[in-house]
Every structure is written in structure tokens, then in C-alpha cells.
């Protein structure tokens, strides 16, 4: 009996810690992979470009590691690197820079469809502003304007393959 305490105890203690450990983790964070080339050169740098060194995998896409946003009026600033459910299709999500947040004024420097400046944009309350990094093939608040908060599912902190590094 002593025996079977001594095997017991140590792993149901061992699994019992594994499983609310990861159950925190997972509960706020999250891997995404991260498709097309809206924000290259931050992510996706290699996105289109196919050489005998780059490994098939690598020249595709990256993949993120999400921290999931609860409190999004604290949690989320100027530059941070968001993924938020696409306005145009909510079964798809998106991954954009925010530009601005509530309350701001952001001049886009994009030009309209027809070559013109846009005007200046009041962002209003609960919304943001998002863009690609790479504006020539970025669907963002440009085309669909400023976002709702409660769109936004997470911030991405680091690119975890195909090469490593904190954003």
C-alpha cells in the first residue's frame, strides 16, 4: 500500500499540475499562422519569393504566437500587431497594425480609389484603426474604415517559426 502511495500521489500531482498549467496557458495565448503578404516585412518577409534555400515552409508563411486581449481599451496601443475577425468575413480572421485608437484623428496616406488624398479620419468610440504594413496588397480600415474593439481577438508577440524573434 505504501508502495502504491508512493507511485500514485507523485502522478496524479504531476498531471494534475501539467493540465492547470497548460490550461493557463492556452487560455491566453495561441498559435496562428499567418497567410499572404498584407504585412510584409514585418511578417511574411519571404512571402512570394522562392529560392533553392528557402525551404518551401519558410517561404509561405509564419507562424505567431497570440496573446489574447480581455480588457481591450487598456491592453491595446499606437503599433501593436493585432489578429481580429475580418469585417468583410467573420469566418475569416486578419492580421493588421493598429494606427489609431478612440477618440484620435489619423490622416491615412493611402490615396483613394480615385488618386486623391483621404481626408482626415475622427475614430470613434469602441473602434480602431488597422493597416498592413504592406500597403500595396493590404485589405484594411482603408477599405472598410475603422474596426470595432470587440472584433479584436488578440496581439501577436512573437513569430515563433520559421525563424524566431519578439515583435
Known amino acids: 500500500m505504501k508502495r502504491l ?38 511578417l511574411n518577409s519571404e512571402w512570394g519569393a522562392y529560392s533553392r534555400n528557402a525551404s518551401p515552409l519558410s517561404s509561405i508563411r509564419d507562424w505567431i504566437v497570440i496573446k489574447r486581449v480581455r480588457n481591450h481599451k487598456q491592453e ?13 468575413d467573420p469566418r475569416t ?25 483621404q481626408t482626415a479620419k475622427l475614430i470613434p468610440k469602441g473602434h480602431i484603426w488597422v493597416e498592413g504594413d504592406n500597403s500595396s496588397s493590404s485589405i484594411d480600415s482603408n477599405n472598410y474604415g475603422p474596426i470595432p ?13 520559421p ?3 519578439w515583435l
Open 5 to 42: 502511495r508512493e507511485i500514485v500521489f507523485p502522478a496524479v500531482f504531476v498531471s494534475t499540475s501539467v493540465y492547470a498549467g497548460s490550461t493557463f496557458i492556452l487560455d491566453r495565448y495561441w498559435l496562428g499562422c499567418v497567410n499572404g503578404a498584407s504585412m510584409k516585412p514585418t
Open 76 to 88: 491595446l496601443k499606437i503599433g501593436d500587431i493585432i489578429v481580429f475577425v475580418s469585417p468583410e
Open 93 to 117: 480572421t486578419a492580421v493588421k497594425r493598429v494606427k489609431a485608437l478612440p477618440g484620435e484623428i489619423f490622416q491615412p496616406k493611402r490615396l483613394n480609389s480615385e488618386g486623391y488624398s
Open 149 to 161: 474593439m470587440g472584433l479584436v481577438q488578440g496581439k501577436a508577440t512573437c513569430v515563433l517559426f
Open 163 to 165: 525563424n524566431f524573434r
